[in-house]
């Protein structure tokens, strides 16, 4: 599997984005997605995730509200909508596909993940 992720960028506090994550290799709807994130100096946390039909989604704590993880199989894509962006979201984020994924669950757990996109850096001034 092969994961391309784009859309971050520099923007200011309070403002939106919206990262895409393009699949390629698997049939895209056998994958559980999640997006995880790194800032300088911290170790890679869990931001969203979702099941394989999308139907069923999970968010960090320090996101809900805020962000919305979606996916569109039919054109092996994934999206994470950033809203009401806040300086400490500046981090590198990256998505990640799970190949074992059954499709009533999401994962949180970063060592289920077998595949990362090389992630997109997003950063927030205050």
């Known amino acids: 599997v092969q994961l391309q992720a784009s859309g971050g960028g520099l923007v200011q506090a309070g403002a939106s984005l919206r990262l895409s994550c393009a699949a390629s290799g698997r049939r895209f709807s056998n994958l559980g997605m999640g997006w995880f994130r790194q800032a300088p100096g911290k170790e890679r946390e869990f931001v969203a995730a979702i099941n394989r039909n999308g139907y069923i989604t999970d968010l960090a704590d320090s996101v809900k509200g805020r962000f919305t993880i979606s996916r569109d199989n039919a054109k092996n894509m994934l999206f994470l909508q950033m809203t009401g962006l806040k300086p400490e979201d500046t981090a590198v984020y990256y998505c990640?596909?799970?190949?074992?994924?059954?499709?009533?669950?999401?994962?949180?757990?970063?060592?289920?993940?077998?595949?990362w996109g090389q992630g997109t850096q997003v950063t927030v001034s205050s």
């Open positions: 990640a596909a799970n190949p074992r994924a059954i499709l009533s669950a999401t994962y949180a757990n970063p060592g289920v993940y077998d595949y």
